[in-house]
């Protein structure tokens, strides 16, 4: 190799190395977030009013007591396709019990509700999308014989200018999952983007993450 030739080498190679971060921000910047996957409300969508709708579901407020089970946390955010926070979103919340019932009247599981469990919540999300509830894992409830539901959490999202979102968040690894019949419906990227992570555990409580992808309208 001449020393021209290796010099504009050089050149070459000092401008690729310059330029490959610029194309890798250039396309995360540029990348499209997928919409949280739909799923169905179940039956038990909350009918009945409650005056504690508050994103601690373990407490009832004038109780004393706590609700039963294992106590978590959700840190989540909501974003947009472009992974831009979206402040101000309805986010509205339900589950089972530790027992594995809902407070719903069409709910015929013969097991006792927790009068210390709030069971349903509704609240906004901050300026940077964020939010953050305390509950219990649900119980593993049986819908037939042959299905039984691992545990999961209902949730409804709405905003002006977006496409609404009902779905369910569920717990990566838990084993129900890989029997579960809605979540298999679903291809291994959707289940992805409907499960919670944990991250941490703090003052004995696990911490698990979660985003929520809206479309715009």
Known sequence: ?????????????????LLAPLTY??????????QTPRETAGPFYPIISQQDK?????????????AKGEVIIIEGSVVDTEGKAIKDVSVELWQANNAERYSHPYDSNPVPLDPNFQGWAIAFSGQEGGFRFKTIMSGAYAVSANWLRPPHIHYKISKRGYKNLTSQMYFLHHPLNDID???QRKSSDEQLLMMAKKSMIKDN????QYQIVLEKE
């Open 1 to 17: 190799m001449n020393k021209k030739t290796r010099r504009d080498f050089i050149k070459i190679g000092l401008l690729t190395s």
């Open 25 to 34: 921000i250039a396309n995360a910047v540029s990348a499209i977030l997928t």
């Open 54 to 66: 508050d994103f601690d579901l373990t407490r009832i407020e004038g109780n004393s007591d706590s």
């Open 181 to 183: 019949a809605l979540i």
């Open 205 to 208: 409580v696990d911490v698990y």
